[in-house]
């Protein structure tokens, strides 16, 4: 029976400060590293040992992953990277902090522009130096893919297809699958995988680099699915 682990990276310096940081390509704090190196143990101690590892373009979530393979000796493996698993883009928020943000617009809009299903962040204007498009990891892409903010409906959007072409494949071909990647991005793979609605998505949150597991069926539908915290699974 294969199974699927997601881990969200651990707290990355933005994190720390509590700014938007979406597609900023920061790096995690010590307590980030402390908190993969933890994840990475966790998984070898329950015994599991991935074949493939799916990454974004984002240094804390490849970090982390980096950090997890070491930890259960799986460096070997191939960690196989796509931008379509990055962070929900942010837009114009993207480097602002959280708290200033919520005080000058209220909580309400904060709530709103974190949260909600469809509502996009203000747009990061085109000739804005955090536009990545001026990026060298993303040239390869059309300008047109390439966000200047996104809602989770537009994440969703664009991380549909990479599960549906390289993950799942992966999955329903017996492989044991680990992907590290973002807030954001996960709870809208989460939301596909589990069915969650619209309505429900924004209570879900997914903690910092704890891994949450799914067993597969052979048909690829969950058997079971739990998290895999220091003090033992916990059924989600
Ligand atoms: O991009 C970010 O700022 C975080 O990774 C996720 O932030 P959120 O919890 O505000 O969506």
Same mark, same amino acid.
């Given at each position: ?32 590293? %402390? ?12 015994? !599991? ?6 990454? +974004? ?22 960690? &196989? ?8 883009? !942010?837009?114009?928020? %993207? ?13 309400? %809009? ?5 949260? +909600? ?18 990026? /060298? ?7 047109? %893919?390439?966000? /200047? ?10 991380? &549909? ?55 597969? /069926? ?19």
């Amino acid at each position: 029976m294969p199974y699927l682990a997601l881990i969200r990276h651990g707290e990355s310096q933005w994190n720390l400060e509590n700014r938007f940081t979406g597609w900023t390509d920061v790096d995690l704090s010590e307590k980030g590293v %402390q908190q993969s190196r933890e994840a990475g143990r966790r998984l070898h101690g329950g015994g !599991y040992t991935f074949d493939l590892a799916f990454t +974004s373009y984002l240094r804390r979530a490849i970090r982390t992953l980096w950090l997890v393979q070491d930890h259960m000796d799986r460096m070997w493996i191939p960690d &196989l990277k796509d931008w379509r698993l990055n962070e929900r883009h !942010y837009g114009a928020l %993207q480097g602002e902090n959280k708290a200033a943000f919520e005080q000058l617009y209220g909580a309400e %809009q904060l709530h709103q522009w974190r949260r +909600s299903y469809a509502v996009r962040p203000p747009l990061l204007e085109p000739d804005d130096p955090r536009h990545a498009r001026f990026e /060298a990891k993303y040239a390869h892409l059309d300008v047109g %893919q390439i966000p /200047a903010s996104e809602s989770l409906a537009d994440t969703v959007h664009r991380v &549909l297809p990479c599960w549906r072409e390289r993950i799942r494949p992966r999955l329903l071909a017996g492989d044991d699958v680990l992907v590290a990647a973002h807030g954001n991005s996960l709870r809208g793979l989460v939301k596909y995988l589990e069915g969650i609605s619209d309505e429900d998505i924004p209570h879900l949150n997914i903690p910092l680099a704890v891994p949450r597991v799914y067993e597969l /069926a052979e048909d690829g539908a969950i058997r079971r699915r739990f998290y895999l915290r220091p003090e033992g699974e916990e059924a989600v």
